[in-house]
């Protein structure tokens, strides 16, 4: 349904743009039909960055998105709105998605008005009525509201009913559930699961494993931009072959082990310019001379690619 | 007994009247013990911390006792708490990661900070330089401006001023919950590491991720709508829980390894109630899949096991027939 090719994304900084910051650098992996991937990563590891390419919110500096055998890169008015009914985006902060002055249903009525002016009241209400009840909310509790009248996990999933409105194939959630309360987060969670099986295929950004783990079949491990380790849920968090991705799994806090000790910490903050080695070189416990050559993602066994000298 | 909290009741006045933030919080604290404070956002955690250190409008207290080391804490006293702010009792606060002056080089502003407290940096300096050692920063992190540094890095530096002057009791608000897995396990590590070389006795971690506590934390208090709900060991709360909110709020926790297509988590239904004029009784109530008549009176935080208390009246009730 979506590949993603080779995708970088360079930004201009110091004193008159004269040093480039590679957020995300030659990205590579694909989705395809009614699979759920998470997009993993620390802070700063580009992951909202390939979000925000998918949905052309910033410009693609290389490489090429592929949605269902159309290069997305240079749509433009009519095929980008196009687009826009196949792909949808939900974000971090469900409470500033809104604004406070409105009520919470205006999200609606721009839909209707940029995408179905033809469509009848009636009919289209039906249309709100049927996609709130699919996100698991009883309209006649949650229209005529203002956002404050609402909790965050609502909110939430108002913004997933509001891009079930329209055609959606492919949704990107980034960290949709991050600020939500655990009792409240895990609905959310399970909405998303439950979308899955009606086609709908979801990029899922998170920087929390548990939760990648719980809904998804795919994983991407980014670091500093560049992908650490990718392949099958399973595959991945049972042997680990990439040192960043193994010291992730001895860190997460689990309810069921405690840590051993000791954490790896970073020693430095990334460096400018294109990225020559392996970016996972000064943390490293196993780096090597060759490791100043950037690996790419290699696959090691069926569904699990990992991009370290040593591993290949 | 370091930390002893009786009836601690702190309300933010508002226009519309007073929202019962925290009420008739009774707890006490061990020497050396780290103990967890863990709820939803708005469950008054944060209210609890703060109002152990500083009273800021709109906070209101109404009443209670708040004793450290035998010495009663004049905690509605902005003023008398100076004494006891920063040497007895710090905080880590949240977004610490950006309590750091950008204008000064760190080590300046740690003088600066030494000396507000009528400490001389020189004596201190290589007290200073060992603690850096213990959270794995460098020296020449005092010759850096803040924006140098990366946010695990300001994080540990922050634990650094917060604990200079060896406090009784540390509160580290949400400290972890901007961080990566890598940062966030080194950061609670090194505050068990605080602790276990005397830079500060007790601690309250403030977090809404319970998976942290469980690595750390000696005890875990669970507080629900203000009120507090549970307080236990690490291992009774995880494992043998007895309030309804603490049940259902661990069951529906992902761990690594639990997978939808296996088995299905639940969330709790419904939302917490607002706290302005709440309902009398046991807030839980409406959400609580065993309240009965009796929840309409407020329960009272009682010790049920040595350790161990717990606000439900059905607990009692099950307890007394045993």
Not at chain 2, 49 to 66: D, N, T
Not at chain 2, 219 to 246: D, W
Request: proline share 5%.
């Amino acid at each position: 349904m979506l590949e993603i090719d080779g995708i970088s994304k360079v930004y201009k900084v110091g004193t008159f743009g004269g040093k480039e910051l590679y957020a995300v650098s030659s990205v590579s992996f694909d989705i395809k039909d009614g699979e759920v991937v998470s997009l993993i990563g620390e802070s700063g590891s580009g992951k909202t960055t390939i979000g925000k390419m998918i949905l052309r919110l910033i410009s693609i500096s290389a490489g090429k998105i592929v949605f269902n055998g159309i290069d997305i890169s240079n749509l433009k008015g009519g095929a980008m709105k196009e687009y826009y009914r196949r792909v949808q985006g939900v974000f971090q902060d469900p409470f500033s998605s809104y604004n406070p002055i409105f009520k919470a249903d205006r999200v609606f009525r721009f839909i209707r008005e940029e995408f179905f002016p033809e469509i009848t009241m009636p009919e289209w209400n039906d249309k709100i009525d049927r996609s709130l009840r699919a996100v698991g909310l009883n309209p006649d509790q949650m229209l005529d509201k203002f956002p404050h009248q609402l909790s965050g996990g609502q909110l939430q999933r108002f913004l997933v009913a509001r891009a079930l409105l329209l055609d959606v194939q492919f949704l990107v959630a980034d960290e949709i559930i991050s600020m939500l309360d655990a009792s409240t987060r895990i609905d959310v969670l399970n909405l998303l699961a439950d979308l899955k099986t009606r086609g709908l295929s979801i990029l899922f950004i998170t920087h929390d494993l548990s939760l990648a783990n719980y809904i998804s079949e795919k994983a991407v491990i980014l670091y500093r931009g560049c992908v650490a380790e990718m392949g099958a849920v399973e595959k991945i968090f049972d042997y680990p072959v990439h040192p960043y991705t193994q010291m992730l799994m001895v860190s997460v806090p689990r309810l069921d082990r405690k840590w051993d000790k000791g954490a790896n910490v970073e020693k430095a903050t990334p460096t400018l310019g294109p990225i020559s080695g392996c970016v996972y070189y000064d943390r490293c416990p196993l780096a090597f001379d060759k490791c100043k050559e950037r690996p790419m993602p290699v696959e090691v066994e069926k569904d699990h690619s990992v991009a370290c000298w040593k591993a290949s | 007994m370091t930390l002893q909290v009786e009836n601690l009741t702190v309300y933010y006045q508002t226009l519309r009247g007073d929202v019962r933030a925290l009420e008739n919080a009774t707890f006490n604290l061990a020497d050396g013990e780290i103990m967890g404070l863990a709820g939803e956002s708005g469950c008054g955690k944060t209210t609890l911390g703060h109002s152990l250190i500083i009273l800021r409008p709109p906070m209101r207290f109404v009443g209670g006792q708040v004793t450290l080391d035998n010495e009663k804490l004049p905690v509605w006293d902005m003023e008398g708490m100076n004494s006891f702010r920063f040497k007895k009792i710090s905080i880590i606060p949240q977004y610490a990661m950006n309590a750091m002056n950008p204008t000064r080089k760190i080590g300046k502003m740690t003088e600066e900070l030494l000396r507000s407290r009528k400490v001389e940096i020189k004596a201190y300096m290589p007290e200073l330089k060992r603690r850096l050692g213990l959270v794995k920063l460098p020296h020449e992190t005092l010759n850096m401006y803040p924006i140098e540094l990366s946010g695990g890095m300001k994080q540990r530096m922050v634990m650094v001023l917060s604990t200079l002057l060896n406090p009784t009791l540390l509160i580290a608000d949400e400290i972890t919950s901007a961080l990566d897995v890598a940062s966030q396990k080194a950061v609670v590590e090194m505050l068990v590491e605080f602790r276990n070389q005397g830079c500060c006795n007790s601690t309250i971690v403030i977090t809404h991720d319970i998976s942290i506590l469980y690595q750390i934390a000696d005890s875990i208090l669970i507080m629900y709508a203000g009120q507090l709900a549970e307080k236990a060991s690490t291992e009774v709360i995880m494992r043998a829980p007895r309030h309804p909110y603490t049940k259902l709020l661990i069951s529906s926790l992902p761990t690594v390894g639990v997978k939808y297509s296996e088995r299905h988590l639940k969330g709790i239904p419904g939302s917490p109630p607002l706290l302005l004029n709440p309902t009398i009784g046991c807030r839980f109530r409406e959400r609580c899949p065993i309240a009965y008549e009796k929840c309409t009176e407020e329960p009272p935080f009682v010790e049920i096991e040595k350790g161990h208390f717990v606000a439900c009246w059905k607990e009692f009730k099950t307890n007394a027939r045993d």
